[in-house]
Every structure is written in structure tokens, then in C-alpha cells.
């Protein structure tokens, strides 16, 4: 078979798909030609079947399902693919807004599936002996704030502080919010803010810990922390009587 | 060695990025930069032509597509300065310049401070001296290689997993600037 007339079949799974096309000169680039194309050639493309480590089909036995859920060991996820993703996440998420505000809302609704689905996790892993629900609103912020923000970004959060002006507002303080680590925004974006997106987890995990509240993010920078964020967050006016009730 | 100025070619030979990162240099205007860009780019794919071949067979392609494929089959850490057989650096009175590809063609190049200039060579009785002597071009050449690993590690993150950048156009990062003028102090 020559390489020209070869076409990519539109095949339902990756490992039918043969693999035999185009340049010979590998990948990179080539000073003297151009760049060349990073496709896979059949020289590669050996190297890359013939290593156990590559599977082409995404049934495999230790996917994520196989794993023990329940588990004390700590499954850490590299910082650059989460990155990227997340590049192509904000990418496409822009792609579909109609503005800036628009994009926040998506970003936000994104992280909310997220928050809903970890707190189960969260509290699950705490064991059935150990957990408790927080039902004080503080003590569901110092949670949120401590060992929520620690088993997703691996570290705590760096503040925790009440509005001083508003009764239902309270601020979580992040220096470098992990997912917004490279991402610097132009300045025709005016105060958007990617960490929406992790506004989104928390405002997902309180809204299923039933507390109501609206989570937006807005960065605060200080000296040294370009990225500084503020985590602002709105309970609903119903949840401060239900609170004075109950605790007074 | 002072690192005076820092540009980045895109692979079609653009300036995306330049900064002169500590004075030294002469102002050129911004039309200039852009073709001192354009002629460097030039330059170094002539110098790649120039390369020697054996038995009359190119070894240009070759010597360019081989580190993928040693990458691929050992899974060791190769250099990753794929600029194999293009030019490397130029060294005059006035300044240093050195030149950096990436795989995927982008180039870095970064001018400095000339070599400290080394006495009489030829009339040094002593074999240390001499030795001493040669180590100090070699280090500037070294030094040069550190910045470019960096400076390629600060691109890869805060340029490359921006989804505000788009490929191959300028980069107005300011968190890359701010990078950049880290690395260099």
C-alpha cells in the first residue's frame, strides 16, 4: 500500500485503526524543510504498539471503576495535564458564551457537578464511624476550607474570613488557585476569572451539604501573589434564620 | 555572562516575543526587530543546508528526526535542544548570541555579553592556565544552555497552558514576563 491513498476509516474503536501515513522524517521539525507533521508514521507507530505501557482501548482493567473507592492512598493526577485540560476546557467553554459573564456561569456550572459529587466522596472516605455532617455554617466553611480544599488541591486553603459589612457573606482566600496557575488574563477579559471554575466546586459541595449560597470568584492581587483569589460566598437570606433558630 | 536581550521565533520565523531583559543593546525599531527576526531564522536554516553529507546520502532530516525516536524506544531523557545541525551561536567583540530550538521549531535566542577576554593564549607557560582559559568560553556556552532550559520550562507552562494564547502569535503573558524577569535577576 502506498502512502498516498490511505484514508483514516471513521472506525468505532482506536485499535482497528491502522496507522500508516504520511511523512517519513518523523516528527519536529526540520530546519532546512519546514515543520513537519507529528503524525504517526509506521516507523512510530511500532515503537508506540510494541510497549506494553500504551493501550489504544480505553476498556482497561484498572480504570478509575476498578479501583477501591474506599482507598487511603492519595491518587495524585500530574499538574500539566489537568492544565491542559482545563486550557481546553476554558477554550471551548468561551467558544460557546456570549460573553464574559457568560463564560464564568459555564465555568461555575462545570465545577458544580464536580463539588456535589466530591463532598459524597469526601464524606465517604471519612469512614461511616467518623463522619458527621457539618450543620453550623461555620463549621461547614472550616471544613470546606480545610480538609475539602486539601484532599482536591492538596493543600489548604490560605484564608477563611467574614464580611464585615454583610451578615451572609464569607471569603475564602486562595494565594495561587491551582487551576489558574498559568493562565494569565488579557486585559479586554476585564475581572474574569478562571478559578470560577473552583467557585463552582465549592458552591456545588455547599448547596448539597444544603447550604444555599452563591459562590462567585475575584482576584485580589497582592505583592508576589498575581493570582490572588477571593472566594466570595453569598448564603441564601433563609439559611441566617435557620441558623438563629436553631442555635439561639 | 549578562543576558541582554531574549526573542522568540515562532517556526515560521515570527517574532512572538522579545525583551530586553537588561541594557547593552542599541534600540532598534519595532519593524527592525521583526526582520532581524526573519533574517536570523534564514540564516540558521542556510547553515542547516551547509551540513556535510555522507556518501552523497542528506543527513539533515535524519540528525532532526532521530531524538523523537530515541525519546520513543528508551524512554530516557534526551537533550531538548532539537537544534541539531542549524546554527548554534555566534561570537563577536560585542556580544554573544545563541540560538535554541524546540522540537516543534520554536526558537529561542538570547543575546549576551561577549567572552571575557582571555591574554596570550599562545604564551602561557603554564598547562593550568590554559586550561583554565579554555573553561572560561566553555562556560559562557554552558550558562547560555542553562537559561534555555529554563526559559523553555517558563514558556511550556505559562504559555503553552494559557487558553487566552493562540499558537505561533505574540505572547503578551504577563505572568510569563514576570517569569522571564525572575529567571534573568
Not at chain 1, 458527621?132 to 480545610?146: C, D, P, S
Amino acid at each position: 500500500m502506498s502512502n498516498e491513498d490511505i484514508i483514516l476509516p471513521s472506525a468505532s474503536s482506536l485499535s482497528t485503526l491502522s496507522i500508516s501515513d504520511i511523512s517519513r522524517t518523523g516528527f519536529g521539525y526540520n530546519p532546512s524543510v519546514g515543520p513537519a507533521s507529528n503524525s504517526i508514521t509506521p516507523e512510530t507507530s511500532n515503537i508506540l504498539l510494541n510497549r506494553k505501557t500504551i493501550t489504544l482501548t480505553p476498556t482497561s482493567a484498572n480504570s478509575i471503576y476498578d479501583k477501591n473507592i474506599n482507598s487511603k492512598k492519595i491518587n495524585e493526577i500530574s499538574l500539566s495535564s489537568l492544565s491542559f485540560l482545563f486550557c481546553e476546557i476554558v477554550n471551548w467553554s468561551h467558544k460557546n458564551s456570549k460573553g464574559i459573564q457568560d463564560l464564568e456561569t459555564r465555568l461555575n456550572g462545570l465545577g458544580y457537578q464536580i463539588g456535589q459529587r466530591f463532598l459524597e466522596l469526601n464524606k465517604l472516605r471519612e469512614g461511616f464511624k467518623t463522619s458527621k455532617r457539618e450543620i453550623r455554617i461555620i463549621e461547614v466553611l472550616q471544613f470546606i476550607h480545610g480538609t475539602f480544599w486539601k484532599s482536591i488541591f492538596g493543600k489548604v486553603a490560605n484564608e477563611l474570613e467574614k464580611s464585615q459589612d454583610v451578615t451572609n457573606e464569607y471569603m475564602i482566600i486562595d494565594n495561587v488557585p491551582l487551576i489558574s496557575k498559568f493562565i494569565s488574563i488579557p486585559k479586554d477579559y476585564g475581572n474574569l476569572n478562571c478559578a470560577a471554575f473552583m467557585a463552582g466546586i465549592i458552591e456545588g459541595a455547599l448547596d448539597s451539604a444544603s447550604f444555599h449560597a452563591d459562590v462567585t470568584a475575584h482576584s485580589v492581587p497582592l505583592d508576589g501573589f498575581p493570582l490572588r483569589t477571593v472566594f466570595l460566598i453569598k448564603f441564601d437570606e433563609s439559611l441566617m434564620i435557620r441558623e438563629s433558630l436553631r442555635f439561639s | 555572562m549578562k543576558v541582554y536581550s531574549i526573542y522568540i521565533l515562532n517556526k515560521a520565523g515570527g517574532l512572538i516575543y522579545q525583551n530586553d531583559v537588561n541594557a547593552g543593546l542599541n534600540k532598534l525599531s519595532a519593524n527592525d526587530y521583526l526582520v532581524l527576526a526573519g533574517t536570523l531564522h534564514g540564516v540558521h536554516a542556510i547553515s542547516a543546508r551547509l551540513n556535510p553529507t555522507i556518501n552523497g546520502k542528506d543527513t539533515t532530516s535524519e540528525a532532526n528526526a532521530s531524538p523523537n525516536a530515541q525519546i520513543l524506544t528508551t524512554g530516557r531523557f534526551q537533550d531538548s535542544n532539537g537544534n541539531r545541525s542549524g546554527l548554534h551561536s555566534i561570537e563577536t567583540d560585542l556580544f554573544n548570541l545563541y540560538v535554541f530550538q524546540s522540537l516543534t521549531g520554536i526558537k529561542f535566542i538570547v543575546i549576551t555579553s561577549p567572552n571575557p577576554v582571555v591574554y596570550n593564549i599562545q604564551t602561557v607557560k603554564k598547562r593550568e592556565d590554559v586550561i583554565a582559559s579554555k573553561g572560561e568560553l566553555n562556560k559562557s556556552y554552558e550558562e547560555a544552555n542553562g537559561v534555555f532550559k529554563q526559559l523553555y520550562v517558563i514558556y511550556s507552562d505559562y504559555v503553552m497552558k494559557d487558553p487566552f494564547y493562540s499558537l505561533d502569535m505574540p505572547i503578551k503573558s504577563h505572568l510569563f514576563d514576570a517569569k522571564v524577569k525572575e529567571l534573568i535577576s
